[in-house]
């Protein structure tokens, strides 16, 4: 099996050029989902280097409407995610309904979450969602090779597997593939 490009150096101490790299590591993210790219985001932020390996060829129209609420918002905020554009409604409550003849079971408003919460309640679609994260992964110097589906694990390495047999080695693998996960 081939090395993986970008493979780390055997020591997460040094860098290629021999030089301390202090506690930074080389890490493998599996799937660049919302779970895959957020972890990315904050890996990278801390000064890891990041390469994600991601199945799909490329990046569609997938999912429906999702919320972000305010927790969510203010750590996006925290990173760097750019929601000014993103194409987004704000929530204003929960209200639940009864499905059949939509009596109104309760109502549950969220008052106003920027001055309760500190941080906007979002209405979004998954695919904004998911174009904002690749984005600001991308301008954190994440490397997203889309196309390379993993097939097996070496957790003694630790590594990632890619079909056709590349080996793709980290100092760490996080497994973000969604519900794929054995
Ligand atoms: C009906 C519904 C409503 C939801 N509403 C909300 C909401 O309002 N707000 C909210 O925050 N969350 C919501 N969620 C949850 C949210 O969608 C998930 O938490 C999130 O998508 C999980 O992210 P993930 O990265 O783990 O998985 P995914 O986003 O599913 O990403 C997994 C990625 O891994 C890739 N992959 C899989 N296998 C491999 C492999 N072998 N090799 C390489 N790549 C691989 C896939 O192609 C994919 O890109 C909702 C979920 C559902 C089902």
Redesign the pocket.
Known sequence: MADGEGAPSASASANAAGQDSGNKLVIVI?????????AAIGLALDGHRITI????AS?GEV???????PN?FKILRRWGVNTTYLKKTHSNGNRFVRYDNGALLADMPHGVPELDFGGSYLMVH?ADY?TVLLERALELGVVIRAG????DYDWDVPA?ILQGGETVRGDLVVV??????P
């Open positions: 599996v799937g660049a989902g919302l779970g895959g790219l957020l390996l991601e199945q799909a990046f999912g429906a409407g999702m919320r972000i609420p969510c998954r998911h390379n589906r993993v097939e990632a973000a593939d969604g519900k794929a996960t």
